[in-house]
C-alpha cells in the first residue's frame, strides 16, 4: 500500500469547524488530505466517530458514550455548531474513496466482537483505509477477522494515563508476536530516532503524531513517512505531495 504524506488529525478544523465532524471531514477530502479519526461503539453497538468516551469537552453536556444509545446522542451539537456526533457509516458515504482514512478504534471492553463489527461494516467499503489501535490484542482480533485489513500500532511512552497499555504497545516483541502492523503511528512527545529504526525492523511504515505547528511538521518530516497533524496553516502544504 502507498501511504499519504500528510494526514489530517480528526479531520480539517478549526475554530468553526469541529474535530471528528462531517464538515472537517469534508474540508480534508475536498482539499485532499488524508483522514484520521476516531470510533468508538455505543450502547446499542451504533459505531460513532468521537475521540473521547464522555460527551463534555465536546457537547458541553456529561453523557458517557458506552452507557447511552446512538438515538439519545443524535441531539447533541459538536461546539455549538449545527455538526452533530456522526455514525461511522455516515463518514464512510461522505469520504467515498476520495482520501485515505486512518480509523482509530478506541478501548471497547463491552463489545466482544468490535473488530468483527468494524471489519464487516469496512468490508463494503472500497476506498483505502487503516485500523490502528493502542491495544495490540485488539489489533489480533482485527487480523483473525481480516487479515487483509491494513493495521496500524499505535505507540506512545510519554507519561499519561493507561501506562500498562501504552508500556505493552510500545514493546517489539508484542509487534513481532501479537499485532504485527503494517505500520507504526508514534507520538511525537515520545519519539526517537530509534522509534523510526524499530519501525524498519519490523517492515512497516512510520507514522508520528500529532504536529500541530509548522516547527514541529519540520521537524518531522525528516524522519517519518507519514505525519499526523493539526493547526498547521493550509499554506505551508502548497507545492507538497499530499
Known amino acids: 500500500m502507498e501511504f499519504p504524506r500528510y494526514i489530517a488529525h480528526r479531520g480539517l478544523h478549526d475554530d468553526n469547524i469541529p474535530e471528528n465532524s462531517l464538515a472537517a471531514f469534508e474540508r480534508a477530502a475536498d482539499l485532499g488530505f488524508a483522514i484520521e479519526l476516531d470510533v468508538c461503539f455505543t450502547a446499542d453497538r451504533r459505531m460513532v466517530v468521537f475521540h473521547d468516551s464522555n ?18 446522542l443524535k441531539h447533541l451539537r459538536l461546539l455549538d455548531t449545527c455538526e452533530h456526533i456522526p455514525l461511522l457509516s455516515e463518514v464512510l458515504k461522505l469520504v467515498n474513496g476520495r482520501v485515505m482514512l486512518f480509523i482509530e478504534l478506541k478501548s471497547c471492553p463491552e463489545v466482544v466482537d468490535a473488530q468483527k463489527r468494524l471489519a464487516f461494516l469496512l468490508s463494503k467499503y472500497t476506498g483505502d483505509f487503516a485500523v490502528q489501535s493502542f491495544d495490540p490484542i485488539s489489533l489480533k482480533k482485527l487480523r483473525a477477522v481480516n487479515p487483509e485489513i491494513v493495521r496500524g500500532q499505535l505507540v506512545s511512552t510519554y507519561k499519561g494515563e493507561k501506562e500498562f497499555l501504552r508500556k505493552l504497545a510500545s514493546a517489539r516483541s508484542v509487534w513481532k508476536t501479537i499485532s504485527k502492523p503494517q505500520y507504526l503511528a508514534w507520538d511525537l512527545r515520545s519519539v526517537s530516532i530509534d522509534a523510526a529504526f524499530a519501525a524498519v525492523d519490523i517492515d512497516a511504515h512510520f507514522i508520528s503524531w500529532t504536529a500541530n505547528s509548522e516547527e514541529l511538521i519540520k521537524a518531522a518530516e525528516d524522519f517519518s513517512g507519514s505525519i499526523i497533524f493539526e493547526n498547521v496553516p493550509l499554506e505551508y502544504f502548497d507545492g507538497k505531495e499530499r
Do not use: P, W
Not at 460527551?55 to 439519545?72: N, P
Open 55 to 72: 460527551t463534555k469537552r465536546m457537547c458541553g453536556e456529561s453523557i458517557d458514550i458506552f452507557k447511552t444509545s446512538y438515538a439519545d
